[in-house]
């Protein structure tokens, strides 16, 4: 890693303090008020210059809070561990690229183990449609952009506004995004409900069975 300037010292150390006091990295206009920039270019300035030296990441340039921090050692110790920040997309979006670009959060995974590439990433489950095959809301779906989904897959997908998790099952006229509890909807698998990515693992934190509907 490249020696900083104080200034860039300075915002490295805001960075790391305000990831160890809220768990994600702030955005550009939370740099610019802590270090009174008159616009985020001069915040995006600094970051660029913080990456080009070793200290940050931004895999998703552009997003709100894209930022991953590199700490000493973190290069040998990939090599035994290699983990990876994915970002935790948006379930409320306009756009795909909004979801992306306004993430809720990162959270690290093995990438190895996964089989992970740069086109994966992270979405919370949103309702309990899925929970007959035992995937519950607010459970974390890791998932990849660059697999076209096949009959039986969990897909992250779209659907007026919110991003869902659904199952993949091709229909008698169209494919669906199936819901496994009949009281939730299912929906046409088309250009209006786009499909981000393909699941391939889930995660959840625990909590008592009682607190599932």
Known sequence: ??????????ILNFIRRFMGDNGFPPT????????????????????????RKGHIRRPLRGASRGITL??????????QTPMRNLVIISTKAATPLDAFM?????????????????????????D????????????????????????????????????????WRQ????????????SFPSFPANVANPILGVAIAITRILRPIADRP
Do not use: W
């Open 28 to 51: 550009l206009h939370e740099l610019c008020r802590e270090f009174g920039f008159g616009s985020t270019n001069a915040a995006t300035q600094f970051l660029r210059t913080l990456e």
């Open 1 to 10: 890693m490249r020696e900083l300037t104080k200034r860039q010292a300075e």
């Open 171 to 182: 229909g008698a006229k169209f494919p669906e995004l199936r819901a496994t509890v009949k």
């Open 70 to 79: 590199i700490e000493q050692g973190e290069l040998s110790a990939a090599k």
């Open 128 to 167: 309990f449609a899925m929970k007959n095959i035992g995937i519950f809301k607010d459970d974390i779906v890791i998932a990849t952009r660059d697999a076209a989904p096949t009959e039986g897959d969990i897909v992250a997908a779209l659907v007026n506004g919110s991003v869902i998790t659904r199952e």
């Open 102 to 126: 306004q993430p809720e959060g990162q959270i690290a995974v093995d990438a190895a183990y996964y089989g992970l590439n740069d086109k994966a990433f992270a979405v919370r489950v949103n």
